[in-house]
C-alpha cells in the first residue's frame, strides 16, 4: 500500500480525512474529528475502473507478455476488471452469524460497510452506488518492519532481544489470523503479510485482517493454492506485487509458515467453526420442533432446518451499518477526490532498496525464465 | 432488510436478458422452443410491470390477499433506480417493493432430491406441504388472481407454517388463461426434467405430488373458487368491458411465457 503524508486533508461536515494510503480496492482515510484528532477509524473508499487500472498498471507492465501498446491495453483493462470483482465478495463478510460473531469482527477491525449514491458526471440524473467501509485504524505491516530493514543478526543493539520475541510474537500472530478465518471458510488466498494491519499497545501487539478483498471461499481451490507456497512470495524480490521481507526475519518466517500451512492443518480447521454455528442453531431448530404440536408449523420448521445451512449466513444486522454518521457530501467529496492517489508515495523508503540488493542479475534471468516457462 | 423483510429491485432488461438466455423456453411436453430471446425478455418485462397493479387493486379489504403475498409494500422508487440509460433499463418494470422475509422452499427441494431415500416422516411432512400449497392455490383463486407459473420452489413459508407467494411476476387475472393452464397441467413443469429453472423434488415424491395436484387444480375446482372473495370497488360493469379489452389487447401482445 501506498501513502502520503503531504497530502492536504479533506474537509467534510462533521470530520477531517486524512490519506493513508491506496492498494489496489480502495483509497484509504484516517477520519479525524473537526479539532483534527484521530477518531480510531479509517474510511475505505472504493477505487473506480480508471483508478483501478492506474494502480494495477506498472506492475502488471513488468510481468505481462504483449507486443503492442494495444494488446497491453487489453490486458490491463481485464486485469482491472478481475481486481474490482474481488471487492463485490466483501459484505459476505459481515453477513449472518459472521456479522454476530465477535471474535471475527475483531480479526476484521470490526469492519462496517455505508452506502450513498455519488452522482455521476457523465450521465445527468445517475449515479453510482459504490460500497464505503470504515475500519479501526492499524499500523501497516510495511511501516512496521522497517525498523528491521538492513539489521544484522550480530549488531545487537539494531535488533534487541525483545525485537525479537515481538517478531516472533508477530509471525506466530500472522499464522493465527489465517488460521482463524479457515475456521469461518474463508481463505487469504496471497499470503500477503501486508494484508495485515497492526494494533500495538504499549509491549504487545495484535493484528487484523485489514485488506480483506482477496479471499475464496472455496476448499478445493484453496488447498490447491496452499500446495504452491505463496508465503514464500515477499522473500522473492521479484515479486514485486508483494512486501519484501527484511532479510533477518526472512527464514524464521518461512520456516513458521512452513510448518503451519499444510493441508493436515488447513483440513483440521477448515469451516470448524462454522460447523460448530451450524450445529447449533440445527439443536435449536430441533428443540424447538421437539415442542410444537400445530403440523403447519412443524412442516415450516423442517423447512427452516434445511435452508439453515445458508440462512445463518445471510441478513445484515444494523450493527454491520456504520454509526459514524459520515454525510453523504463527504462521501461524494470523498468518492471524487482524486488528488492521493496520482500524488502517493511510497511509506516504507527502504524496502525497494533491500529488494532491489537482494535481486541479483542472476536472479532476475532466472526469474524471468521461469515466468516464461508458466506463461506458455 | 433488518426488519424482517427484504427489498426487491427489478432487474433491468439487460440483466433479464442474461437469465432468458439460461432458460429453456418450451412448449409444454415438447422440446420445441418457442420464442425468440428478444420476445421472452419482452415478457418477462411486462409480467414485472403488471405487478403493481395487482398489489394495489382496490379491494374493499385488502389485507387477506396481500397477505397470501407477503404483504408485499411498493417503495418510492425515485432514491433507489437512477433514470433509465441505454445500458440500464427497467422501462414499464420501473419498481420496487418490499416483501416479508420468509423462508423458501427451493432449499427443501434440493435437500430432499439429495437424499437417497425419504423417511415416512418427510414423507408426511411433504403430503402437508403440498396439500397447503393447493390451500394456497384455491385462496388466490378466490381473489380473482392466480399464479400460472406453479414453481413450488418458489413459495416461501412463514414460521406459523402459513405460505406465501414470493414470486409476484408470474400472476395473471385472466380467467381463461388459468383455465388453460389447468387444463394443460402446467403444473408437472415441478417434475418435468427439460424444464431446469424448476427445481426438483425427490423422484419418490413425484407420484404423490402429481395424484394430489391432479385431482385438485382442476377447472372445476377453479370454478368453485373463483373470485368468490373479489370484494372491490375497483372492478364495477364498466371497469371490467375495458379490463376485458385490455386482457385481449395484452393477451395478443404478451403471449409467450403462456405458451
Known amino acids: 500500500m501506498a501513502s502520503s503524508e503531504t497530502t492536504q486533508p479533506l474537509i467534510g461536515t462533521f470530520y477531517r480525512y486524512h490519506f493513508v494510503g491506496n492498494g489496489a480496492q480502495f483509497r484509504v482515510y484516517a477520519v479525524h474529528s473537526v479539532s483534527d484528532k484521530p477518531t480510531g477509524r479509517v474510511i475505505k473508499v472504493p477505487l473506480d475502473f480508471n483508478e483501478t487500472k492506474y494502480v494495477i498498471t506498472p506492475p502488471l507492465s513488468r510481468i505481462a507478455q504483449y507486443d503492442t501498446a494495444e494488446e497491453f491495453n487489453t490486458l490491463a483493462d481485464a486485469r482491472a476488471r478481475e481486481v474490482m470483482q474481488f471487492k463485490h465478495?466483501?459484505?459476505?463478510?459481515?453477513?449472518?452469524?459472521?456479522?454476530?460473531?465477535?471474535?471475527?469482527?475483531?480479526?476484521?477491525?470490526h469492519l462496517k460497510m455505508l452506502q450513498a449514491p455519488i452522482p455521476t458526471q457523465a450521465i445527468p440524473g445517475a449515479y453510482f452506488l459504490p460500497l464505503f467501509y470504515t475500519q479501526d485504524q492499524v499500523t501497516t505491516i510495511g511501516g512496521y518492519l522497517e525498523h528491521f530493514r538492513f539489521a544484522e543478526k550480530t549488531l545487537t543493539n539494531e535488533v534487541t532481544a525483545k525485537d525479537i520475541a515481538i517478531i516472533e510474537k508477530l509471525i506466530r500472530k500472522i499464522i493465527d489470523l489465517h488460521y482463524a478465518i479457515w475456521e469461518y471458510g474463508f481463505f487469504e488466498f496471497v499470503f500477503k503479510p501486508e494484508n495485515m494491519g497492526i494494533y500495538q499497545n504499549r509491549n504487545d501487539i495484535d493484528i487484523i485482517w485489514m485488506d480483506l478483498a482477496e479471499h475464496i471461499t472455496d476448499k478445493e481451490q484453496a488447498e490447491k493454492i496452499l500446495l504452491e507456497k505463496r508465503w514464500h512470495h515477499p522473500i522473492m524480490p521479484q515479486k514485486i506485487d508483494y512486501i519484501y521481507l527484511p532479510t533477518i526475519l526472512q527464514e524464521h518466517y518461512i520456516k513458521a509458515c512452513d510448518e503451519a500451512f499444510t493441508l493436515t492443518e488447513f483440513r483440521k480447521r477448515w469451516r470448524r467453526k462454522c460447523a460448530l454455528l451450524e450445529a447449533k442453531h440445527r439443536r435449536k431448530l430441533h428443540a424447538q420442533a421437539l415442542l410444537m404440536r400445530d403440523e403447519r408449523k412443524i412442516v415450516a420448521n423442517w423447512i427452516a432446518q434445511q435452508n439453515l445451512h445458508n440462512t445463518i449466513y445471510q441478513g445484515l444486522k444494523p450493527e454491520q451499518i456504520d454509526s459514524m454518521n459520515i454525510p453523504q457530501s463527504?462521501?461524494?467529496?470523498?468518492?471524487?477526490?482524486?488528488?492521493?492517489?496520482?500524488?502517493?508515495?511510497?511509506?516504507?523508503?527502504?524496502?525497494?532498496?533491500?529488494?532491489?540488493?537482494?535481486?541479483?542479475?542472476?536472479?532476475?534471468?532466472?526469474?524471468?525464465?521461469?515466468?516464461?516457462?508458466?506463461?506458455? | 432488510m433488518q426488519n424482517g423483510r427484504v427489498l426487491k429491485i427489478p432487474l433491468t432488461e439487460a440483466e433479464t436478458f442474461q437469465i432468458a438466455k439460461e432458460r429453456r423456453n418450451i412448449i409444454h411436453g415438447t422440446e420445441e422452443q418457442v420464442a425468440s430471446l428478444e420476445v421472452r425478455v419482452q415478457t418477462f418485462m411486462n409480467s414485472k410491470a403488471r405487478m403493481p397493479a395487482m398489489i394495489n387493486h382496490g379491494f374493499d379489504d385488502p389485507q387477506p390477499f396481500l397477505r397470501l403475498l407477503g404483504d408485499p409494500k411498493l417503495v418510492a422508487v425515485d432514491n433507489i433506480l437512477?433514470?433509465?440509460?441505454?445500458?440500464?433499463?427497467?422501462?414499464?418494470a420501473r419498481f420496487v417493493y418490499s416483501q416479508e422475509k420468509v423462508e423458501v422452499i427451493r432449499g427443501l427441494l434440493h435437500y430432499l432430491k439429495d437424499q437417497p431415500s425419504i423417511s415416512a416422516i418427510e414423507r408426511r411432512k411433504f403430503k402437508r406441504l403440498v396439500e397447503d400449497y393447493i390451500t394456497q392455490m384455491y385462496s388466490l383463486w378466490e381473489y380473482g388472481y392466480a399464479d400460472y407459473i406453479f414453481k413450488l420452489g418458489d413459495m416461501g413459508i412463514r414460521e406459523d407454517g402459513s405460505l406465501v407467494c414470493i414470486d409476484l411476476g408470474e400472476f395473471t387475472s385472466d380467467r381463461q388463461f388459468v383455465e388453460r393452464a389447468l387444463v394443460e397441467k402446467w403444473w408437472l413443469d415441478n417434475v418435468n426434467p427439460l424444464k431446469n429453472d424448476f427445481p426438483k423434488m425427490h423422484s419418490s415424491l413425484e407420484p404423490e405430488y402429481v395424484a394430489l395436484l391432479e385431482s385438485a387444480l382442476t377447472p372445476k375446482a377453479l370454478n368453485e373458487h373463483w373470485r368468490k372473495k373479489h370484494q372491490c370497488s375497483a372492478c364495477i360493469p364498466e371497469a371490467d368491458t375495458i379490463t376485458a379489452f385490455i386482457t385481449t389487447k395484452v393477451m395478443e401482445i404478451d403471449y409467450i411465457d403462456r405458451l
Not at chain 1, 459472521?98 to 471475527?104: A, I, K, L, Q
Not at chain 1, 532498496?353 to 535481486?359: F, I, P, Q, S, T
Not at chain 2, 433514470?83 to 440500464?88: L, Q, W
Request: net charge negative.
Open chain 1, 89 to 109: 465478495t466483501l459484505p459476505r463478510l459481515l453477513e449472518g452469524v459472521y456479522g454476530r460473531d465477535t471474535r471475527f469482527m475483531a480479526d476484521l477491525g
Open chain 2, 82 to 92: 437512477p433514470e433509465d440509460t441505454p445500458e440500464k433499463r427497467w422501462g414499464a
Open chain 1, 330 to 376: 463527504d462521501l461524494v467529496l470523498l468518492y471524487n477526490d482524486r488528488r492521493s492517489i496520482l500524488t502517493a508515495q511510497q511509506s516504507d523508503i527502504l524496502e525497494p532498496v533491500e529488494r532491489n540488493l537482494a535481486m541479483t542479475s542472476e536472479q532476475k534471468v532466472a526469474y524471468e525464465q521461469l515466468l516464461f516457462k508458466h506463461i506458455t
